[in-house]
C-alpha cells in the first residue's frame, strides 16, 4: 500500500495469476491496473495522462508545454543573482536555476554558498516573480531547504541515493527533478523515480544530462534517444540539460534545439553574465547575449514541433 | 606529398621548428597552411571553406543543403527496387541507400544479393533519376562494383580497415561515406577520412549512427554531440543516421529532426513497403506513410534551423 | 589545515612558485612533501610507506600480508550468522562480510535487516573473535552503528555520496573501505579517499568490483588493471571483490586468483550456506564447500606472488 | 553443410522442432549434436574436448599446456629479430609474435616492414627453430604471406571484417588467432571464429586484448572475465594480450599473471631489446631483463593454477 499526496495506491507485486476481480469488487477501489513495468506508478502503462507540475503563480510544468530553466552552475551572490533574473525576465524565463551545495569530486573545489545563499536567493527570485530550481545532497538539508525551494534537484551523483529519494518523498511536497545517473541506465532513473512516487511524493521531473562513454571530445555523451524512450516509458515531463550533455560552450545551442526535436518538455541550461570568471563550469556556460539568442531559437523550435 | 584529384599537396610533419617561409618561395607553391591536428587534409584548420559532393544531374550534398537518403537495409529485388523508387521520387527525394553485401555478426544470416543485384538496382535507379549509396566490404569488390555506384559506404565495422579505405583513395573517384566505427572515437573516425582524403580522394562524407554503450534499452546510443564537434572540426559534410543511431522504429523520428538541429547537413535512414518483411532491420525501419511524414518533418526543421 | 588522527597537515593547494623553504623554517613544521597529484593525502607521492589498518586483536589489513573477508549479502538472521561464523572459523578467516542497509534499484525490493540485525551478528561475530565489515548508506546511520562496526563499508552507489564521506571523516574513527563506483574512474575513487582522509579519518581501504560496460556476458567488468595502478598510485590497501566483479558463482574463483596476482591486499566475496535461498545475490554467492577450495587456493596464490 | 578440414558437418539452423532422429538413420552421419548457442562449431555444447592446435616440432597450443608468444609490436630489421630469437631462445619460448603490417590510426605512421621483413624474420625463426605469429590486415595478404607464417593474427580492427575472416576459412590451412574487438562482445568473438570454423578452417585461437571503456589510466581495460567465460563457452584455446591490455610497461608483469589464473592457454606481450627505441608501442613493451623475470614468474603461476 502506497500513500501519496493525491490518493493511496494498493500495489500488489507477484508472479502468481489470480483473478483480479476479486480486488475490483472490494470497497473503496476506484481502479486497478495491471502493470508489466517493474516501475509501476511512473509507468505510462498504469497513467496515460501526463503529469503536469504545477509551481503556482500560472508557472507550469508539462507535456505540450514548454519550460526553460536557466542560470549560473554556482549561486555567487546577489549582484549575479539580480543579474540573472533581470536576464531571465527580460526573456519571459520563469525558472532559474543555480547551486548553493555544490558536489565536487575534489575536496579542495569551491562547495557552494549553502543556506544563506539560498535563502537570499529565494527573496530575490519571489520578487521578481520568478521560481528556482536548486539541488539538494543529502537528507539533513531537506528540512531547512524546504521553504526556500521550488523545486529540488537531485544530482547525477545521487540518483541512486536511495534514503535521499525516501525522503524526498515523505518529506515535502515540493517537485523533485531527479537527473539521469553518471552512467545510469534509463530503468535505473525510472527506478528512482518510483522510489519517491511510492514514498509519496508525485510531483517529478526526469532530466537527461548526458551519460559516460568512452569518448573524450565531450564531456559527457548527450543521449537524446533516452528522451525519446522516457516519453514513451513514463508519464513525467522530461527535461534536457545539453550544458552538461555536452559541456562545450559553443555546442550548448545545437545540442539545446536537438534536445526539443527529441521530445523534450523543457530545457536547463547554464548561463552567466561573464562565463569566463563563473565560480565553476564556465567552459559550458552561456552568456547573457548567447541566452537571448538560444531562448529565440528554441521557442520557435518547440512552436515548430508542437505543428507536427 | 600527397595526389588527390583536385592537385598535389606537401603535407610536412614534424615537430620542430622551422622557417615556412622557405618553402613559400619555392616555385609551385600556391598556399601554405599550418595545421596543427593532426588529421591535416580533412581538417578545417586547413581548409576553412566547407567541401560539396557534386553527384551530378544537380544533385548535390553541401553545408547549407540538406539531402535525405533512403531506402531498404537490404536490396531484395526488382520489385521492391521499383516500389522504393516511386516513394522516394514521389517525395522529390535524389538519393536511395540499399545493401548488396551485407556484413553480418553470424555467418549463418542473409549476406545480400551481391553484384547482380547492384547491376539491377543501379539500371533501375538510374531510369528512374535517382543516385545510389551501398556499402563496400572489401578492396576485391571496388572493381567490379565501381560502373554501378554513385557513393560508396564504409560500414561501422570497416572504419578502421586501413587498406579499404586506401584504395578508395587510390582507385576510385566516386564518392565515399564514412560511418563512425561502432565504438570509433570522432577523431579516429577524422583519421579514416584523412586515409582516404591522402590517398587521392577528396569527395568524403562522414556519418553518424550511434555508439556502442552499456545503455541496452536501444540498439545504439546516437551521438548527437559528434554532429556538432565534427561540423566545428572538418570541412566535409556530415550526415547522420538515426536508424542504426537509436534502431527503434517508432522513435527513428524524433532522432531524425534532432539530428538536423544538432547540425547535420543530410540524413540517411531506412525504408520499405513492409517492414514486418523485410530481410534485415524491419525493427528499425519505416514503412511508407511513416517515411512521407518524416521527410516533410525533416524538410521543415531544416528550414528553420537555416534561418537562424 | 586539515586535522586527522594521527596528527595535523598543512596543505596548500596552488600554481604558484614559491621557496618552500619558507614554510620549512616555521615552527613545528616536522616535514614537507610537493605532491603533483590533485588528491594529495592519499598519494603515495606523500608518503610513500603503505598504510596498515589495525583491527585489533593481531588482525590487520596491510600490503604484504592478505587478508579474506567472506560472508552474505544480506544479514537474514542468527542461524545464517552463526553458521557463516563456523565456516569463517574453520578456515582461519577473521573479517565477515554482511550488509543490514540493503541498496535496491527497485523500491519493492528487500532492503535488510536495519540495526537490529547488525546488533545481533555484532555480538555473535565478537564472541566468536570475528571482525565484521557492513555497510553504511548515510550519515543519519553513523551515529547508531558506530559501536557495533568494525569496517565501514562505502558502496557502490555512494562513492560520490560527498556528505557521507565528510562525515565518516569527522565522526567516526572505524576504518572505511570505498568501492569504486559503478562506472567511477580510478582519479574519482582517489578523490573520494582523499575526503574522507583530509576530514580526519586516515583507516580506509580502496575496493575494486567491476565497473559498467557494454559487455552484458557478465554483471561488471572487473577491472583488474585498477587494482595495479592503485597500488602504484596510492599507499591504502586495496582490496578486490570478484562476486560483483563478476557476478557469475563458477567463474568467482578464477577471478579471485587473478585479484590477487594483480596485486590485492585482500580478497571480499559472497559466500552462504544455500546460495540459492540467499534473498540477494544468489547468482553469485559461493556455497561452503566451494568457500573452503577458494580460501585455499588464495592462500597458495598469495605464497607465490609474495615469493616473487 | 559446412566442410572443414576434419571433415564435413551438416548445421541445421531454425526454430521448429521435429525429431532429429530422422536424420540420425541417415547413411553417413556420425553423430548429432543440438547445440542451443547461434554459434555452433565453436560452442563447447557441440564439441566437449578442448581444441589444440599442433605447429609442428613438437610445439601446441592446449588447455592443460601453457604457451608464451612474445617479440617486439613491428619487426624492425634483422639484428633486431636475432636478438629477440635468441632472448626467446635462452627462455624456453617456442612462438615469436611480431608485426610486419601494422594498422595505424593516422596514414602518417609507420607501417611495417611488409612482406621482404616477413621473409627475412620467417627464415631467421625457422633457423632458430621458432615459429611465428603475424597480423595479416587484408585477403589480398593471404595468398603472398602464407608460406612464411605459423600462425595468422586477425587483429581487432578485423575482428569483424567477415570476407577477411572468410578466406581465413577457405584459404588457408595456418591456424588463426582472432583478437577481441576494440569495443566487442564476447558473444560477437565467437560469432568471428564461428565464420573461420565454418569455411572450413578449425584451427583456431581466440585471444582477449582489453576493451574500450570510459576509463583513461589505461589504454584499453583488461577484460579478465571474458577469458573465464570464453574458457566455459567453446573449445578454441584462449590467449591473454597483457600489453594492450594495460597498455603500460610496468604493469604488464601483474596482468599477465592474472591472466593466467583467470583461465588463459597463453600469454602474448612485446617484448624488445630497448622499448625506448621501438618504432612501436615502446611505451607498453618490457626490456629483456623484464621478460626473463616474467616468463619464469607465469611458468610457477601455470604450475601452481594446475595443481589446483
Not at 79 to 84: A, F, M, N, P, S
Not at 150 to 174: H, S, W
Not at 200 to 226: Q, S, V
Not at 274 to 298: C, R, V, W
Request: net charge negative; hydrophobic share 35%.
Amino acid at each position: 500500500e502506497v500513500k501519496t499526496q493525491k490518493g493511496d495506491y494498493l500495489i500488489g507485486i507477484g508472479k502468481k495469476d489470480f483473478d483480479i476481480r476479486a480486488i475490483g469488487y472490494m470497497d473503496g477501489i476506484k481502479d486497478i491496473h495491471i502493470v508489466s513495468d517493474d516501475y509501476k506508478l511512473v509507468s505510462r502503462k498504469w497513467k496515460v495522462n501526463p503529469t503536469y507540475i504545477d509551481l503556482g503563480d500560472g508557472i507550469k510544468i508539462q507535456e505540450g508545454g514548454f519550460q526553460i530553466m536557466a542560470g549560473p552552475c554556482s549561486i555567487e551572490g546577489e549582484d549575479q543573482i539580480r543579474k540573472t533574473l533581470a536576464h531571465l525576465k527580460e526573456n519571459g524565463i520563469s525558472i532559474m536555476r543555480g547551486g548553493v551545495y555544490k558536489p565536487r569530486s575534489s575536496p579542495y573545489s569551491f562547495r557552494g554558498m549553502g543556506i544563506d545563499g539560498l535563502k537570499l536567493w529565494y527573496e530575490l527570485a519571489k520578487e521578481a516573480g520568478i521560481k528556482i530550481i536548486t539541488e539538494v545532497m543529502q537528507v539533513s538539508q531537506i528540512e531547512e531547504m524546504d521553504p526556500y525551494v521550488d523545486i529540488y534537484q537531485v544530482g547525477a551523483r545521487n540518483t541512486q541515493n536511495f534514503n535521499l529519494l525516501d525522503e524526498l518523498g515523505k518529506n515535502t511536497d515540493k517537485p523533485v527533478m531527479i537527473k539521469r545517473g553518471i552512467s545510469g541506465t534509463i530503468d535505473e532513473l525510472l527506478y528512482s523515480a518510483e522510489y519517491v512516487f511510492s514514498a509519496g511524493n508525485e510531483r517529478l521531473l526526469l532530466c537527461e544530462r548526458g551519460i559516460r562513454t568512452y569518448e573524450k571530445a565531450t564531456r559527457n555523451t548527450m543521449d537524446l534517444n533516452a528522451i525519446a524512450v522516457l516519453k514513451e516509458k513514463t508519464h513525467l515531463p522530461v527535461i534536457a540539460d545539453p550544458s552538461h550533455g555536452i559541456g562545450i560552450r559553443h555546442h550548448v545551442a545545437p545540442i539545446a534545439l536537438a534536445s526539443i526535436m527529441a521530445g523534450a518538455d523543457g530545457v536547463i541550461y547554464e548561463t552567466h553574465e561573464k562565463p569566463e570568471e563563473a565560480y565553476s563550469d564556465g567552459q559550458q556556460t552561456l552568456n547573457f547575449p548567447e541566452s537571448n539568442k538560444l531562448i529565440h531559437q528554441m521557442n520557435k523550435t518547440f512552436e515548430l514541433r508542437e505543428s507536427f
